[in-house]
């Protein structure tokens, strides 16, 4: 704690904190849902919309979200994000119809929603963005990388509804941090009135659009999927283990590696952090395309980590409204996430899997090679990242 104070980073952490405690219950739902469907009478159809729900929410509440800032203050919005959080969570436990789930993913998406942005409001206002939006990113991954580690064994001893009470009950240390934060400065956030709903999307936006598409919808969706398709002899139980362990790593990887980007990205530039991890998840996705699901997910979860934890940066050095500008980059990771999990959801049953996951890979490729530019600018990226 004293680290964090002669750093400057309390507020950020904190922050992140609450939003890693509160993220406890979604954070499970991922892997759990595809499979177990039908233990809370989910029909098929709609298990990719119903982890898709909060992503559409989030494209309409972003904005509206830094309007509430403006007008509230970051702390307040947060503290009842993290009530509808926590809420949300306790709601998948005794949700009995479909109109309940729904209503509870859209708590949640309201919550997160809220609670990303506040969180990138405190990052944002320190002097060395790039470190701060790490560590921030690092710490909001310690409740989910838990719940995804932690609840598969829950599983094997309590009844599905039981294990959401007790990652409700996990959840509560969110609410110690939220009200530990100071008020937050909102003069990054003034006279965004005038400013449009979104924008159509530079190049880095689309990157961030379809990166969103394939990794944080589809992959995270079928992930349990592909380890069943391209692994014999395996049980639904033992993908789901496998789909929650990767789905962990790649939390532990937000954990364990966003400090480091944001330092490297402080020594070499957020762009070339940005530029050089997202050709490196491409690479990790044709592994998996090439049926080494295990090594190519590594690879993905590994370098999208640290793209995560630097795009903020990298969005908010190039505008004036720095926080406007990553709450309309975020709107467009949502928008992608949700179009990726409903069609995650769609794919779960479907013999298209690999031919959509290929096409979208290529999607991407050609967006890298358009946002870099020219073939030597790559080599450049890669004599400064050595």
Known sequence: MKLLDQLGLRSPAFAALALAFAAIGDAFLYPFLPINYESFGIPIAWVGLLLSINRWVRIFSNSLTVRLFEKYGIRSVMIIAVIFAISSTLGYGIATNLILWMLFRVMWGLAFSAMRIGTLGYALQHQKKGIALGVSRSFQELGPMLALFIAPVLVRHVEPRGVFFMLALCSLPALYFVLALPPAATNEIQAI??????????????????????IDGI?????????????????????????????????????ALSPAGGWIADKIGLDSVF???????????????????????????????????????????????????????????????????????LLISSSNLHTVLMIATFALSTLLVVHIGTPRKTLKLFYLWK
């Open 275 to 345: 530029n050089i991890s997202m050709i490196l998840v491409v690479i990790g996705l044709a592994i998996m395309l090439t049926g080494w699901i295990a090594a190519g997910a590594i690879v993905v979860f590994t370098f999208y980590s640290i793209n995560a934890a630097v795009t903020p940066g990298s969005v908010s050095s190039k505008n004036i409204h720095s926080l406007a500008a990553v709450a309309e980059n975020a709107t467009w990771r949502d928008i992608g996430a949700a179009i990726g999990t409903v069609l995650g959801g």
């Open 193 to 214: 009135r005038t400013k449009r709903f979104i924008h159509w999307p530079s190049t880095l936006n689309s990157i961030t659009l379809v990166a969103a598409i394939l």
């Open 219 to 255: 992959v995270v969706v079928v992930l349990g999927i592909l380890f069943l398709n391209y692994r014999d002899n395996i049980s639904a139980g033992a993908a789901t283990a496998l789909a929650a362990f990767y789905l962990g790593y790649r939390r532990l990887c937000l954990f």
